[in-house]
């Protein structure tokens, strides 16, 4: 089993910074690959950002391209979100997920996820 714990939202005003962590304890999850998605009311779920298990490959949706950053660190078993020049849109409960089967861009295919974290970008 694993458990991820996502921290670091909040309210930023657009235009700054912010970096989401999740932490992935249980099994070895260095060997998984993860990804974040990303909720807003009213909305599906959507895919964010994505990263291999060694980290040498990332993908990004088109919306936050050039602006979020996804990387990890698996000596601490942390996966992390930097978000860059956030948006109001950018508005949403953020989770982590991990163990992807098959296309990683989409949530049915991952088999555990955080409780997710709230983010709110102000004007």
């Known amino acids: 089993q694993v458990q991820l714990v996502e921290s670091g939202g909040g309210l930023v005003q657009a235009g700054g910074s912010l970096r989401l962590s999740c932490a992935a304890s249980?099994?070895?999850?260095?060997?998984?690959?993860m990804g974040w998605f990303r909720q807003a009311p009213g909305k599906e779920r959507e895919f964010v950002a994505g990263?291999?298990?060694?980290?040498?490959?990332?993908y990004y949706a088109d919306s936050v391209k050039d602006r979020f950053f996804i990387s990890r660190d698996n000596a601490v078993n942390t996966v992390y979100l930097q978000m860059n020049r956030p948006k109001t849109e950018d508005t949403a409960v953020y989770y982590c997920?991990?163990?992807?089967?098959?296309?990683?861009?989409?949530?049915?295919?991952?088999?555990?996820w955080g409780q997710g974290t709230q983010v709110t970008v102000s004007s």
């Open positions: 990263i291999s298990w060694s980290g040498g490959t990332t």
């Open positions: 997920a991990a163990d992807p089967r098959g296309d990683s861009r989409r949530e049915v295919n991952y088999n555990y």
């Open positions: 249980g099994r070895t999850v260095s060997r998984y690959a």
